[in-house]
Nanobody, 116 residues
Framework: QVQFVESGGGLVQPGGSLRLSCAASGNIVRIYTMGWYRQVPGTQRELVAYIISGSGTTNYVDSVKGRFTISKDGGKNTVFLQMNSLKPEDTAVYYC?????????WGQGTQVTVSS
């Protein structure tokens, strides 16, 4: 079993910032990749960003490039998403995930709302 503790979501005005955190724990030998998806009700889930643990290589969906930064603390099995210059279209439930090689585990999600 793998468990996640997600935090950092909330309500913010357009142009503001939030920092999401996700710490994985449990039956973990090695995490290969960690990242974040987001989902708006009634739409398909969208991959926002991920980071490869061994190399530090990152990838972002085009709509967040230059505004979001993903980072990690590998020793603590933790991934972060720094979100700057937030827009209303960033509003969604954000889910962290960890790929352990054999399968992928998901967090419970945290709500991010960008509105005036």
């Amino acid at each position: 079993q793998v468990q996640f503790v997600e935090s950092g979501g909330g309500l913010v005005q357009p142009g503001g910032s939030l920092r999401l955190s996700c710490a994985a724990s449990g039956n973990i030998v090695r995490i290969y990749t960690m990242g974040w998806y987001r989902q708006v009700p009634g739409t398909q889930r969208e991959l926002v960003a991920y980071i490869i643990s061994g190399s530090g290589t990152t990838n972002y969906v085009d709509s967040v490039k230059g505004r979001f930064t993903i980072s990690k603390d590998g020793g603590k099995n933790t991934v972060f998403l720094q979100m700057n210059s937030l827009k209303p279209e960033d509003t969604a439930v954000y889910y962290c995930y960890a790929n352990l090689g054999g399968r992928t585990y998901w967090g419970q999600g945290t709500q991010v709302t960008v509105s005036s």
